[in-house]
Structure formats: structure tokens, C-alpha cells
């Protein structure tokens, strides 16, 4: 049996408990000219080694059951939505539990053009396209997620939710 759950909009306020927002919704313009706007520290992020930037073309839908999670115990992961929107689906993080909190799920949309910080911990889904596909831009410390080294331990946990995921507007 599924859980249907319903997403909503994504905001500074209803995302702090999984990360930080980068948009310019809310944030404060530190200068301006005919050139350019621009907003300085709209989020922070930390990372103890080199970053890597990837892609991430999802061809999940909306439709598509979600039954697994993952998180990096130690690493920060930026997400923006480069080509078209994605609906992303978080849990809390507690590096003392094996698995995400039924009851911290929630689930967001990201817009093309926006993005995110999830805190290191917090558990996430691969996100959902909400057309065909959507293309992402990831950047987390190298070897968070792969590694052409197979000597090297990387740092992403999976888990099997306890119960399937559906995503409707």
C-alpha cells in the first residue's frame, strides 16, 4: 500500500528543518547597477575537501512511486533545477536512527531557476520531474556519492521507506 502525499510550494520558512533556500525570495539586494543585481549570502554551505559539480538528469515522475531515501552522514548537497521543475522529498536528519522519520517527510517544489542546501543527514529522495524530465546541477565533496577509486569509502546511506510514496499538486 501507498502513501499519497501532497507537495507544496518551497520557502525559506517551511524548508529549515532539511536546509537552506537559494532563491531571491526574501533575501536582501546588496547592489545593483544597469549590469547586474546582486544578493550576497543567500545560503552557506561547508565543505572539508575539494566540491564537485554534477549533473543530474531525473526521469522519475510525479506518478512514480517513491520508496527509498538517501543522506550523507557528513556533507552538505546543493541542488538547483537548471531545466525544468522537480519535486524534492525530504526527512529530517538523525544520524541516530538507520532510517528516515515517516512523520519529518515532507515534500517540496523546485522551480527551474531554484535551488537548495541540504544539511548534512538530511534524508532525500531522488527528485521527481513534474514534466519529462529535469535536469539538475549537484555539488557536494568529492567522493559523497561516487568514486572511480573503489578503495575509497563514500559517503551516501540508502534505506527502503516503510511504506511507498505517491506525489500529487
Known amino acids: 500500500?501507498?502513501?499519497?502525499?501532497?507537495?507544496?510550494?518551497?520557502?525559506?520558512?517551511?524548508?529549515?528543518?532539511?536546509?537552506?533556500?537559494?532563491?531571491d525570495a526574501g533575501a536582501?539586494?546588496?547592489?545593483?547597477?544597469?549590469?547586474?543585481?546582486?544578493?550576497?549570502?543567500?545560503?552557506s554551505f561547508t565543505?572539508?575537501?575539494p566540491l564537485v559539480?554534477?549533473?543530474?538528469?531525473?526521469?522519475?515522475?510525479?506518478?512514480?512511486?517513491?520508496?527509498?531515501?538517501?543522506?550523507h552522514f557528513n556533507t552538505q548537497e546543493i541542488l538547483v533545477a537548471l531545466k525544468g521543475d522537480a519535486v524534492l522529498t525530504v526527512?529530517?536528519?538523525?544520524?541516530?536512527?538507520?532510517?528516515?522519520?515517516?512523520?519529518?517527510?515532507?515534500?517540496?517544489?523546485?522551480?527551474q531557476g531554484q535551488g537548495v542546501v541540504f544539511e548534512a543527514g538530511t534524508w532525500h529522495a531522488l527528485p521527481c520531474a513534474v514534466d519529462d524530465t529535469?535536469?539538475?546541477?549537484v555539488v557536494f565533496r568529492e567522493n559523497t556519492s561516487y568514486s572511480e577509486d573503489e578503495s575509497v569509502k563514500t559517503d551516501i546511506h540508502f534505506s527502503k521507506l516503510k511504506q511507498a510514496l505517491t506525489l500529487t499538486a
Not at 536582501?28 to 545560503?43: E, I, R
Open 28 to 43: 536582501k539586494l546588496c547592489g545593483t547597477s544597469d549590469m547586474h543585481d546582486y544578493w550576497d549570502k543567500v545560503a
Open 134 to 137: 529535469c535536469m539538475l546541477l
Open 47 to 49: 565543505s572539508e575537501g
Open 1 to 23: 500500500m501507498e502513501r499519497v502525499m501532497k507537495y507544496k510550494e518551497l520557502d525559506r520558512t517551511s524548508f529549515t528543518d532539511y536546509g537552506q533556500v537559494l532563491d
Open 91 to 111: 526527512a529530517k536528519a538523525d544520524n541516530d536512527k538507520p532510517s528516515p522519520d515517516d512523520a519529518t517527510i515532507k515534500s517540496f517544489l523546485l522551480k
Open 53 to 71: 559539480c554534477s549533473l543530474l538528469r531525473t526521469k522519475k515522475k510525479l506518478g512514480d512511486p517513491i520508496d527509498e531515501m538517501e543522506r
